[in-house]
């Protein structure tokens, strides 16, 4: 069995959500980097097995908490963060 490593997960992850899903720049214009961070928070939260959090990022968590295992929702958030922090450099290269 080969070395796992977070990081390649995390990049699988996200790599899976544009082909997959169709979550990539265009569709992350249409969001504002508070969305992904609050998402990554809530995944986050979720694999740590919080009940509650204030706010939207609660109904994010309450949606997904039942839906992937702790290590599966880590590796989730961390794409995430990698989509908040792509559409931080895209707002520099195309300020409005």
């Known amino acids: 069995m080969g070395v ?3 990081i390649d997960e995390i990049a699988r992850e996200r790599d899976r959500q544009i082909i997959e899903e169709g979550f ?3 569709h992350d214009r249409q969001h ?3 969305d992904f961070v ?3 928070i809530a995944y986050a939260a979720a694999a740590r097995e919080v009940t509650s959090l204030p706010g939207k ?10 839906r992937h295992d702790r290590r599966r929702r880590l590796v ?3 794409a995430l963060i990698a989509a908040a922090i792509d559409r ?9």
Do not use: H, K, Y
């Open 32 to 34: 504002e980097v508070e």
């Open 24 to 26: 990539g720049s265009q």
């Open 88 to 96: 931080l450099d895209a707002e520099e290269r195309n300020p409005s």
């Open 76 to 78: 989730i958030a961390g």
């Open 38 to 40: 609050e998402a990554a």
């Open 57 to 66: 990022t609660d109904s994010i968590m309450r949606l997904v908490i039942n």
């Open 4 to 6: 796992f490593r977070g």
